[in-house]
């Protein structure tokens, strides 16, 4: 079972950064794709971006340009980047492994 722990969430004014991390407690160099989901309040889960073992990257609509989602399979830490950040990004974000599993969740609001 893959334990997947997420980090960095917090308070950010719109149009600032966050960066996001998900730490594995296993190898994730044989998982072929890993990402990250949120779910804001009142609304269902949806996708953010999914990266494959080779790098290839995948981002749902509402942050394409702004969020950059990367892998250290060394590290077995997946990153999310949250630039230009907007009050709709606020929820609670989520780390997924194509082994179906998820973290906890880290909260993110963006707000002035």
Do not use: H
């Not at 804001?40 to 509402?62: F, Q, W």
């Not at 974000?93 to 599993?101: E, V």
């Amino acid at each position: 079972q893959v334990q997947l722990v997420e980090s960095g969430g917090g308070l950010a004014q719109p149009g600032g950064s966050l960066r996001l991390s998900c730490a594995a407690s296993v190898t994730i160099f044989s998982i072929n794709n890993m990402g990250w989901y949120r779910q804001a309040p009142g609304k269902e889960r949806e996708l953010v971006a999914i990266i494959s073992r080779g790098g290839t990257t995948n981002y749902g609509d509402s942050v394409k340009g702004r969020f950059t989602i990367s892998r250290d399979n060394a590290k077995s830490m997946v990153y999310l980047q949250m630039n230009s950040l907007k009050p709709e990004d606020t929820a609670v974000y989520y780390c997924w492994s194509s082994m179906n599993n998820w973290g906890k969740g880290t909260l993110v609001t963006v707000s002035s």
